[in-house]
Structure formats: C-alpha cells, structure tokens
C-alpha cells in the first residue's frame, strides 16, 4: 500500500535535521517520493517548502543538495501550490502573490527588479483621496488641466496616464522618483501616502523560494547541528572567522 504523502512529509521534517549512517539515503528517498506525489492542505504545501529550505542551508550531501533545489527551483509549477494560491499570499513563496506597503527604497528596488508583476493594491489603499491631491505635482504641467476638467477617479487617471507597457504601480513611482524635490522629500511624500502593493508571480518575482546566495563553498553537514548557544564573553574576544567588506 502507498504511503500517503501527509506520512511521507512527516517522516521528512523528523529526519531533517538527523545527520549520520544512512540520513542522507533516508532523505533523498523521502524527497523523490514527495517530488511526485501531491499535499492536499496549504499547510502542508508550507511545510514541505520549509523543509526543502532548511536542507538547502544544511544538507547532507552533494545528492541530496541536487534534489532540493531541483524542487525549489520548480515549487511555482506544483499543482498543489497552484490549488492553494489563495491562502499561501504573503507566505515568500515562489508562485504566490504578496501584498505590502513597501519603503520607498524598496519600492524603486521592486519596480526595477521586477516591473511587470508590480501593481497598486487598490482595494487595501485607504490613502486613494491623497494621491488625487497629489496627482497635480506628478504629471507634466500641460497636462495639469485635464485634472480639472475630469472627474476620474485615482486609479482611472493612472489608467490613462501610464504606458501601455507599464503598470499603475511603477508608473507611480517613477513619476515620484521625477518630482522636483530631494531624495528626502519625495521619501517623506511616498511614505505618507501608505500606497499598498501586490506583487504577482513572476520569473523575475523576489521570494524565499529562490533567495540563496551565490558566494563561497558548499559545506556539508556530516554531524549533528551545534544548537547550544555560545558564552558571549569568550565569543567577544575571539577573533572572527573572516571579514569581507561589502
């Protein structure tokens, strides 16, 4: 009899952190079981991404390395995740929307990184009435009297004042990032106006999923992890390991 895959991921988030004889075959068998079968909850789709992410930093071995990031890699095209996209928003999975109210650093970040999958939230966006108040410094000044002379709505005037290739979300931004007045200035105008964002998946998208970092050596784990926690007063006066400006 099949084992059911509810089983399978819990004998994988019990072996997970176990290093030793025969883990990693135990893992990697458990792992290939899981990249074919499908969870039935979104909690249990969560669960499993936080496993492949734990093993991704601490893995057992260069076999065992392959397979969780060949998951991670393909996490968005599960049909299980894309059951439950709904209730997995704001999780940093790949494949799920996110919704914020994002700094305006981060914001600019965000329509540069990923531009296409960036809009305004407008149903979250209480501040709606300031931006039509404002929307009179961030257009052109020919275009100032057409703001007089119709009755849009914010999100209608975005609408027609955007690029066809360009959302309301960067369009907004950019037009921030051009106003007549200093960094400061224009992060103090943004930031007062609370704009709530929803960015969409996408292969550009920012996510836990596929944060990892690109530098340094893989390191194995071949013993149990060191959860004890250090004695501040010699780890103070112990030299670091290494220091690399950045």
């Given at each position: ?66 397979q ?82 119709v ?28 106003l ?67």
């Open positions: 009899m099949a084992v059911r895959p509810l089983t399978l991921l819990t004998r994988l988030e019990r072996s997970k952190s176990v290093y030793g004889e025969g883990s990693a075959a135990q893992k990697l068998e458990l792992l290939r079981q899981l990249d074919r079968r499908r969870l039935s909850s979104a909690d249990q789709v969560a669960r499993l991404h936080e496993a492949l992410c734990f093993l991704q930093a601490y893995p057992d071995t260069r076999r065992v390395l392959t969780v990031e060949h998951m991670l890699d393909r996490y968005d095209r599960r049909s299980d995740l894309r059951r439950h996209t709904a209730e997995l928003e704001n999780t940093g999975i790949a494949g799920t929307d996110f919704h914020f109210r994002f700094f305006y650093m981060t914001a600019i970040w965000l329509s540069l990184r990923c531009p296409g999958q960036l809009k305004i939230d407008w149903p979250e966006f209480d501040n709606a009435g300031k931006l039509e108040d404002l929307l009179q410094f961030l257009v052109p000044y020919s275009e100032t009297p057409a703001l007089d002379m009755a849009y709505t914010p999100r209608k005037w975005l609408d027609e004042l955007k690029g066809p290739q360009e959302t309301d979300a960067v369009f907004l931004i950019r037009r921030f990032q051009a007549r007045a200093d960094d400061f200035a224009q992060e103090l105008i943004y930031e007062n106006l609370d704009v709530p964002l929803q960015i969409l998946p996408g292969p550009d998208t920012p996510s836990r999923t596929r944060a990892k970092g690109r530098t340094g050596p893989v390191v194995f784990q071949k013993g149990p992890l060191n959860r004890a926690r250090p004695d501040l007063v010699t780890a103070v006066h112990s030299a670091p390991l290494a220091v690399r400006p950045v």
